[in-house]
């Protein structure tokens, strides 16, 4: 099994060195590459996304949802896996994936978060209480998958046409759920991402909590979410 990683970016000079080190130090034993889709960065994304990526694209300043499409359309391999520039990638993250697509039902996986940055109260928060979470979710098919740490199988994402770049938030689950028609979507609790917590220093608890709350309730209930999604760099 082959795996193309795509990472979107723009303006995460502070970020991207540290995602793509860690992807450099996989242990999978099949051919992976790297892909960086930036929407024209105006600091030193691109010069150092070029030490590390297999691949750095830039295109125009567009949605998120817009780079991971661009990303995936030069991607090589059977196998699209997404994540975000502000990460730290384990080891095995790969590995980990893979495992749960070596069942040809499934078209798609998603894994866990833990914070990057966190204290303990948001560490026993991603260990405790998102798991169970996510388990529901995909028990009742409404998988909730987070754009740092998903993969599918690239027949399923040509087959509903990728992603809705018009969406500049919630684009990641928009695809898994119109993905989960063609097969199986698996959550796997191995295949983890440490991620940053910027938006929460930024947003609080309260904000982040309801924002990610209602717009999951709304893409379930009524298939749209929020139009607008404040960048923080």
Request: proline content about 4%.
């Amino acid at each position: 099994m082959d795996i193309s990683v795509i990472i979107p970016t723009y303006n995460e000079e502070k970020y991207i060195e540290t995602c793509l080190r860690s992807l450099k130090c996989q242990d999978f034993s099949g051919n992976y590459e790297v892909i960086v889709s930036d929407g024209s960065s105006t600091d030193a994304t691109v010069e150092i996304a070029c030490k590390y990526a297999d691949r750095v694209i830039v295109d125009r300043k567009d949605t998120i949802a817009y780079g991971r499409q661009v990303g995936s359309m030069a991607a090589r391999y059977p196998v699209l896996a997404f994540t975000d520039a502000d990460t730290f990638i384990p080891s095995d993250w790969l590995s980990s994936l893979a495992a749960s697509l070596e069942d040809s039902r499934v078209v798609g996986v998603h894994g866990k978060l833990l914070p990057l940055d966190g204290n303990r109260f948001e560490q026993e928060f991603c260990n405790y209480v998102l798991p169970p979470f996510s388990r529901f979710m995909v028990q009742i098919n409404k998988p909730s998958v987070p754009g740092s740490n998903f993969a599918v199988r690239r027949r399923a994402f040509n087959k509903v046409k990728g992603f809705n770049t018009k969406l500049v938030t919630g684009e990641d689950v928009d695809l898994c759920n119109r993905i989960k028609s063609l097969g199986r979507f698996v959550y796997n609790p191995d295949a983890v991402v440490y991620v940053s917590t910027r938006r929460v220093r930024q947003w609080g608890y309260l904000k982040m909590l309801s924002f990610y709350t209602a717009n999951t309730i709304r893409y379930h209930t009524f298939g749209s979410v929020s139009k607008y999604f404040e960048p923080i760099r």
